[in-house]
Each structure stands twice: as C-alpha cells, then as structure tokens.
Nanobody, 127 residues
C-alpha cells in the first residue's frame, strides 16, 4: 500500500509558477510509475504528466508541453510537477497517482491504470 500526499498548490496570477510535490509513504516509489492528473469542476479527471519509475521517460498532455515538467527523486520518495507560465485554464484540483510496474521505462496516461491516489491539491490561476 502506498499513501500519497500532494502539496504546493495555491493561488497564482496568470504567467506565474507553482511547484507541486507528492510525498509517498508506506512503500518506496522504486518500481512505481507516477502520474499527475487534474480535475476542474464539472469535468472528468484528466491526464497531465507521467514519469517512468527510473525517471528516464516522461509524457505530457499537449496543453502543458513546454510549460510543465515532471520529475522524481526516488531516494526521497517524492515526485514533483513544476508548472510555469500558468494559465487560467490550468485551474483544477491536481492529483498524484502511482502504478506498480514490473518493467522499467513504462508510463501510463489513463486514470484507470493507476493503483493509488492522493487527495489532491488545489491550483487556482487568476487572469
């Protein structure tokens, strides 16, 4: 069992930056692919970014490419999402997710692929 706790959300003006963190406990994150998802009011939870367990592969939804960066520190059991050039449409509740994997280099983009979820951290971008 992996417990995930997100932090770093807040209110920021358009064009600003935030760095989200996801701290894991219960298990080491080694052998877990990780992802960030977001959910705005009235919408379904959607993929934002993913990273393979060793960090060698990353993937992003098109709308955040070039602005967001996912990274991980397995020694510290943490995953980060650096968000730059934020836009009002980035406003959402952001979730961290973990997926146990048997092979390295794999990442996942679908909600149903992930085994464990955090409670989310709110990001609000004002115009």
């Amino acid at each position: 069992q992996v417990q995930l706790v997100e932090s770093g959300g807040g209110l920021v003006q358009a064009g600003g930056s935030l760095r989200l963190s996801c701290a894991a406990s219960g298990r080491t994150l080694t052998s877990y692919a990780m992802g960030w998802f977001r959910q705005a009011p009235g919408l379904e939870r959607s993929f934002v970014a993913a990273i393979s367990w060793a960090g060698e592969n990353t993937d992003y939804t098109d709308s955040v490419k070039g602005r967001f960066t996912i990274s991980r520190d397995n020694a510290k059991n943490t995953v980060h999402l650096q968000m730059n050039s934020l836009k009002p449409e980035d406003t959402a509740l952001y979730y961290c997710a973990a997926k146990n994997v048997l092979f390295g280099g794999i990442w996942y983009t679908r909600v149903r692929d992930y085994d464990f979820w955090g409670q989310g951290t709110q990001v609000t971008v004002s115009s």
